[in-house]
């Protein structure tokens, strides 16, 4: 949606060790529970994404929680479809170990040069992602992604 109304859609979120994907030895990870919302994932080009994180606890220390918005290109033709993500932006939003039970907020403006309203036609598609980013100092990286719709109104 290019341009048009918008519908407000707010995501909670629980990352946990049985939460993830993509983990070889479940067992080796420190224990941790982070919770937290999107205000919204249909998002006013014009407007901040916006919401909150908080770390009820974690086993290991952190060592930082990013955001990192991410443009993803696909184009198909006869032969199949080409995809290519382009991290367009990188925000740390805590340092160090963050004190348990303590709200963090979220808030990510979307830069005028490298992002543009959602765009998917028949065999060419432009959208976006946000990745919270949680590094733990045990070197343990913790990715949680969530699709983004931008539009103008």
């Given at each position: ?41 249909n998002c006013v080009i014009t407007q901040p994404l916006t919401g909150e994180l908080v770390v009820e606890s974690s086993e290991a ?7 990192q918005l991410v443009r993803v290109e696909t184009c198909g033709c006869a032969e199949g479809y080409a995809r290519d993500a382009t ?67």
């Amino acid at each position: 949606p290019q341009k048009g109304k918008l519908t407000p859609s707010p995501v909670d979120f629980t990352i946990t060790p049985e939460t993830l994907q993509n983990v070889k030895e479940r067992a080796l990870l420190p224990k941790f529970l982070i919770r937290g919302h999107l205000n919204s994932t249909n998002c006013v080009i014009t407007q901040p994404l916006t919401g909150e994180l908080v770390v009820e606890s974690s086993e290991a220390a952190i060592k930082s929680i990013e955001l990192q918005l991410v443009r993803v290109e696909t184009c198909g033709c006869a032969e199949g479809y080409a995809r290519d993500a382009t991290e367009i932006q990188n925000i740390q939003i805590a340092d160090g170990d963050v004190c348990r039970s303590l709200s963090v907020p979220i808030h990510m403006v979307f830069p005028r040069l490298f992002t543009c309203p959602t765009l998917e036609t028949t065999n060419f598609k432009v959208e976006f992602e946000v990745n919270i980013v949680v590094l733990l100092h045990a070197d343990h990286l913790i990715t949680e992604n969530f699709p983004l719709k931008l539009c103008r109104v």
